[in-house]
């Protein structure tokens, strides 16, 4: 049997445990800088669309509403935008450019003070995902009370593919992830010292940080967080004090669960946990596999079988004096799962980073146990071979590590829509169909454009149409479109007209590029049954209930359209859909009944595909 945690403390003879302990501290401290130095490489790297700066830039005031990347770069804030923005950035959630509330407080606050730029967004999130290594320690020394505890624990979370992608990312995971390891520390520093208010009051701040900071961490983190220090913290004290305490903690959890319920009110789709229509849906048995394959290579530093050691650390617990922590760790487990079963979606693995917390404790503490019960502190053999284990494993784990973390990030639309504007329009006007969740992310990258002029375009003139599209878990070639069968926008499959069309790969993004030919709506008729054709439609009021009607209305044959996030123009609101020639008659005498369109507000080319 392993020894309880506590009392195990794995301390060599004394002549040797201030060089061990040293090694142990200074092996941990080198391939942390490592860790460190690639978050900067690719924080520098990464381009924009990286992750979600152009949209806080954009539209969360601090920075001021520029609209491309050229404009941001020669923005430069004033105290006027400075506080606008702070305000705004610290009130409830609106839009999907808030979901991450204080994240944007903190982005734009990096990037006024030291300007508009990819890493100058990304300075706080480095920041905080540091602190959550030098957290991952301490909450294990705490719990284990052992140096190689505190330095496997710190380096399950700065050798963590996940933990290093989003380090490099305005995303708010990184302080997620240092804030729930912070409010472990902040209960177990409060479990022997139940009248310690002041630490309370730092736990509560830690709870609501954490639960403005990402969107969904309150529903499997916080709250069983919380929940289980209301019961867990009095339990040594049966007279009336430890009663008024209790009571006092269950009013502190309930401040903050209605604080949370407030910021997600309305907006359940962003729990992305509880939505079927984000992320991988988990229907039979191989999903669950699938997924929980993707997720330990994403989030576990090394293969998964370091999963025993927390097993190991999971049986020490239940035998040591801090035995209620494997309750904790059950609630942030057990939580998550049940969502996502009774709604059939795992959301995507970025919504669990914020686990490599909890996991790393449980590792860390496992190793230390193990390492008391294989040695016992009786030779120097054992301890030497103990730490270069570690070394071996270390360097294990930090090979290829920025590769790791780049399979994580999203693939580059930006360069890979650079690229394309860089090459001659030989075919007339190239034509962005916007199939990516907010159509921003292609305009971010050029020049500001009235792309209604496209309905200008004569009979018989070309224009080149691209579509991007990247590959699911499963291989199988995505694009975000709209959907009567799914309110949300959503990642679908392309349907098989599409699919079929040859592709070339430009950083990581699928291209598929047409040469688009206007044709006249008489000329529908004479259209291949298995053509391929765009319509632009102007809604000229933008009217959401009437663009539904006229999605609902072609739904019979959804096979063979597929309909993409409109963009708004100087003339109304330019919506897009391609469809084969034998639907596209049906979707012209359904726009006109639905949309009430004009003949001049739609626009249709015949599409033929383009080489490379």
Not at 193 to 214: E, G, H, I, N, W
Not at 304 to 315: H, K, N, R, S
Not at 467 to 490: H, I, K, M, N, Q
Not at 534 to 540: N, T, V
Request: charged content about 15%.
């Amino acid at each position: 049997m392993l020894p309880a945690t506590p009392s195990s403390d794995y301390t060599p003879r004394r002549g040797r445990a201030s060089w061990m302990s040293a090694a142990w501290v200074g092996v941990t401290l080198l391939v942390v800088a490592y860790a460190g130095a690639v978050r900067v490489s690719l924080a520098r790297s990464l381009p924009w669309q990286g992750d979600e700066i152009p949209l806080l830039v954009r539209f969360t005031g601090l920075c001021g509403r520029v609209t491309n990347q050229s404009e941001a770069s020669v923005f430069r804030p004033t105290l006027y935008t400075f506080r606008t923005g702070a305000v705004r950035a610290l009130r409830a959630p609106t839009t999907v450019a808030a979901l991450h509330t204080t994240t944007n407080f903190w982005t734009n606050l990096s990037v006024h003070l030291l300007g508009v730029s990819p890493f100058g967004g990304r300075v706080f999130p480095l920041l905080w995902s540091l602190l959550g290594v030098a957290a991952a320690a301490w909450a294990a020394w705490l719990v284990a009370r052992t140096t190689p505890a505190a330095c496997v624990a710190g380096l399950f979370v700065a050798l963590s593919p996940a933990g290093t992608a989003y380090a490099a990312q305005a995303r708010g995971y990184s302080e997620a992830l240092a804030l729930g390891l912070g409010l472990l520390v902040a209960l177990e520093l409060l479990r022997p010292r139940p009248r310690s208010y002041a630490r309370a009051a730092f736990v509560l701040v830690v709870v609501l940080q954490s639960a403005l900071t990402v969107y969904t961490m309150w529903v499997y983190w916080v709250l069983p967080a919380m929940l289980v220090s209301t019961c867990a913290l009095p339990a040594r004290r049966d007279d009336a004090g430890g009663r008024v305490l209790r009571a006092r903690l269950v009013v502190i959890t309930g401040l903050a669960v209605a604080v949370m319920a407030v910021f997600t009110m309305g907006r359940w789709a962003s729990l992305s946990l509880t939505a079927r229509e984000m992320g991988e849906s988990l229907t039979t048995g191989a999903d669950v596999l699938r997924f929980l394959g993707g997720a330990a290579r994403e989030l576990l530093p090394a293969p998964a079988w370091i999963a025993a050691l927390a097993l190991v650390g999971v049986a020490n617990l239940a035998r040591s004096p801090v035995r209620w922590w494997r309750w904790l760790f059950v609630a942030a487990v057990l939580v998550p799962t049940c969502f996502a079963l009774a709604r059939g979606s795992a959301g995507y693995v970025r919504n669990f980073v914020h686990l490599i917390g909890p996991m790393a404790v449980l590792v860390g503490t496992g190793a230390g146990a193990l390492l008391a019960w294989v040695d016992g502190g009786r030779t120097g053999f054992r301890q030497t071979a103990a730490l270069a284990v570690l070394v071996v494993g270390a360097i294990w784990s930090a090979r290829g590590l920025e590769a790791r973390a780049r399979e994580v990030l999203p693939p580059d639309w930006g360069q890979a829509v650079l690229a394309l504007q860089a090459e001659p329009e030989v075919d007339g006007p190239r034509w962005f169909l916007p199939c990516l969740a907010n159509h921003w992310q292609i305009n971010w990258y050029r020049a500001p454009r009235d792309d209604a002029a496209l309905l200008d375009i004569p009979a018989s003139r070309s224009i080149e149409i691209v579509l991007g599209a990247t590959r699911d878990a499963a291989g199988v070639s995505t694009a975000f479109a709209e959907d009567p069968e799914w309110p949300s926008v959503r990642q679908i499959p392309l349907p098989a007209f599409l699919a079929s069309v040859p592709a070339t790969a430009r950083s990581d993004v699928e291209l598929r590029r047409w040469r688009g030919v206007r044709i006249g709506t008489e000329d529908l008729a004479r259209v291949s049954p298995e053509a391929i054709v765009c319509a632009l439609a102007l809604d000229r009021s933008d009217s959401t209930a009437a663009w539904r009607g006229f999605l609902q209305s072609v739904r019979s044959e959804p096979r063979s359209i597929l309909t993409f996030k409109g963009i708004g123009t100087s003339r109304g609101f330019l919506r897009s859909l391609v469809c084969t020639g034998a639907a596209a008659r049906r979707v012209d005498a359904a726009l006109q009944e639905s949309m009430g369109t004009d003949v001049r507000d739609v626009a249709y080319f015949q599409l033929f595909p383009r080489a490379e």
